[in-house]
Nanobody
Framework: QVQLVESGGGLVQAGGSLRLSCAAS????????MAWFRQSPRKERDFVAA??????YYADSVKGRFTISRDNARNTVYLQMNSLQVDDTAVYYC?????????????????WGQGTQVTVSS
């Protein structure tokens, strides 16, 4: 069993930065993919970034702006978000699961956090 708790969301102006954290408890070894998804009102849950077996994956819309990383000592995954845009406004969810190679498919993930709201104002 894995439990995930996100934090770090908030309100920021366009061009600003935020860092999201996902504290994990339970079995989250190197064979478990850790990922971030986001969901806006009236939209599906979209893939943002994943960290799997030491490899990093990003959605095209966030490449060059967002960075996923992991602190194994703290069992925490981070999402550093720079150059934020209004379109980045969403609830951001942390997810975990043994999903390779389907790292961008939300249906493959078994564990989810409660989500944290990110709002980017113009």
């Amino acid at each position: 069993q894995v439990q995930l708790v996100e934090s770090g969301g908030g309100l920021v102006q366009a061009g600003g930065s935020l860092r999201l954290s996902c504290a994990a408890s339970g079995r989250t070894g190197n064979d478990v993919t850790m990922a971030w998804f986001r969901q806006s009102p009236r939209k599906e849950r979209d893939f943002v970034a994943a960290l799997s077996g030491g490899k990093k994956y990003y959605a095209d819309s966030v490449k060059g702006r967002f960075t996923i990383s992991r602190d194994n000592a703290r069992n925490t995954v981070y999402l550093q978000m720079n150059s934020l845009q209004v379109d980045d406004t969403a609830v951001y969810y942390c997810a975990a699961g043994s999903v390779e190679p389907y790292v961008d498919d939300s249906d493959e993930y078994s564990y989810w956090g409660q989500g944290t709201q990110v709002t980017v104002s113009s």
